[in-house]
């Protein structure tokens, strides 16, 4: 079935680097889109989120962007910690406010000193 | 302000029995997803209550049901465990009586069918 997905399954970079996270979604209907950062034994946590009615959006060194031509959604991490090391999701809302959100399998960032 | 909430934090259960997780939801959310995430993908949509119905469900078998109470609390309840339900078990909480799209995710609820 449809689904939303990444492109890479890990991504490692250098403390410091800027990181790009890509992902890919398959429904053009789907008008929100979220990233959710999830460390080792704990639930989702939200990062940033995204309208489809907007091609960007910044919030504390992060930034995700929207290309709804292609259907791809990026974050992109602006100098990245060691605490950034996670698997990151992105995830799709379909239908009306509040309701399911569609995941993809996740990125891990691997992040060096 | 405490955020989503979930009980036990592991479980675990033998084949055919029955289990019930428990979620309370972040202060001023009226809606509770369920979510079951297997080892290393990412989480699939099991349902959602509001107003203590089931107002939404994912592709999940009948073995799987809930609950919300008045106090926007709810339970998830799996019948005759598979050892395919072993899973972290997550709850997420919105407010949909603000139209509000973020649903905010508790630590989730290990469990292991033996």
């Known amino acids: 079935g449809e689904s939303v997905g990444l492109h890479l399954p890990t991504l490692s970079v250098q403390e410091g680097d800027n990181s790009i996270i890509n992902c890919a979604y398959s429904?053009?209907?789907?008008?929100?889109f979220i990233w959710y950062k999830q460390e080792s034994g704990k639930g989702p946590q939200f990062i940033i989120d995204?309208?489809?009615?907007?091609d960007k959006r910044q919030g504390q060194r992060v930034t995700v962007l929207l290309n709804k031509t292609v259907k791809h959604l990026s974050l992109q991490i602006a100098a990245t910690q060691p605490g950034d090391s996670a698997v990151y999701f992105c995830?799709?809302?379909?239908?009306?406010?509040?309701?399911?959100?569609?995941f993809g399998k996740g990125t891990t960032l691997s992040v060096s000193s | 302000d405490a955020g989503v909430t979930q009980s036990p934090t592991h479980l675990i259960k033998t084949r055919g029995q029955q289990v019930t997780l428990r979620c309370s939801p972040k202060?001023?959310?009226?809606?509770v997803s369920w979510y079951q995430q297997a080892l290393g993908q990412g989480p699939q949509f099991i349902f959602q209550?509001?107003?203590?119905?089931?107002?939404q469900r994912g592709n999940f078998p009948d073995r799987f049901s809930g609950h919300q109470f008045p106090n926007y609390s709810s339970e998830l309840n799996v019948n005759a465990l598979l050892l395919g339900d072993s899973a972290l078990y997550l709850c997420?909480?919105?407010?949909?009586?603000?139209?509000?799209?973020?649903?905010?995710f508790g630590p989730g609820t290990r469990l292991t069918v033996t």
């Open positions: 997420a909480s919105s407010a949909r009586d603000r139209a509000s799209y973020e649903q905010y």
């Open positions: 995204i309208r489809s009615n907007m």
């Open positions: 429904n053009s209907a789907s008008d929100y």
């Open positions: 202060s001023g959310h009226d809606t």
């Open positions: 995830a799709e809302n379909r239908g009306q406010a509040g309701t399911a959100l569609i």
């Open positions: 209550y509001y107003e203590e119905e089931e107002r």
